[in-house]
């Protein structure tokens, strides 16, 4: 297959399938190699974006997605008669961003790094269908290990999970040092007042 032809048919499968294909899969399906298929699909994608056209084709881990493009959503949304996604709270960020880093997670694992019970805001980001279940702990109990999901991804227009930003650490010492520093100047601040006070 010539690679106009794999572009012509990626662009029609991707169109009718309205969800991701795997890279492998349509790489059998056209007769070609992955490295030619994603080449055709960098190079529809690259296309779609320089005409400025209406719909793109997203990347997902192993897979490709046609959607809407981004300027276009309000659009989308206004004739579709959609709602938008609901937020997600603060809590359920943490919950979402611990089971991100540290996937697969546990929920008692998710609760030990929060600190508080984590068990609606797991069981919210199940029903928006930003993590699922993965298996169980081969623990006592066999608690349940949740994982991203490709919607996750989507949401947040990443690749892969090796496009999630680089967690930055804390130093602890170095913040304990501050705040002693900061708590011994407000000390001495707060003993002038009082000797000013004293004088006056």
Do not use: H, W
């Amino acid at each position: 297959m010539e690679q106009e032809e794999i572009i012509r048919a990626l662009e029609a499968v991707l169109f009718a399938a309205g969800e991701p294909v795997l890279a492998l899969r349509l790489a059998e399906t056209f007769g070609c190699e992955e490295d030619e298929l994603r080449r055709a699909a960098k190079a529809l994608s690259d296309e779609l974006a320089f005409q400025r056209r209406g719909i793109r084709v997203l990347e997902l881990e192993n897979s490709y997605q046609m959607c809407s493009s981004p300027e276009m959503a309000d659009y989308v949304t206004r004739a579709l008669e959609t709602r938008k996604p609901p937020r997600l709270s603060g809590a359920q960020l943490e919950t979402l961003t611990i089971i991100a880093y540290y996937q697969p997670a546990t929920r008692a694992y998710v609760e030990q790094l929060r600190g508080v019970d984590s068990a609606y805001s797991v069981n919210a980001l199940l029903n928006k269908k930003l993590i699922e279940e993965c298996g169980r702990l081969n623990v006592p109990g066999k608690p349940i290990l949740y994982r991203t999901t490709p919607d996750f991804l989507r949401t947040f227009g990443l690749k892969s999970l090796e496009d999630l930003p680089e967690i930055q650490t804390v130093n602890l010492a170095r913040v304990s040092e501050q705040a002693r520093a900061e708590a011994e100047e407000q000390t001495a601040s707060g003993e002038a007042e009082q000797s000013a006070e004293v004088q006056a």
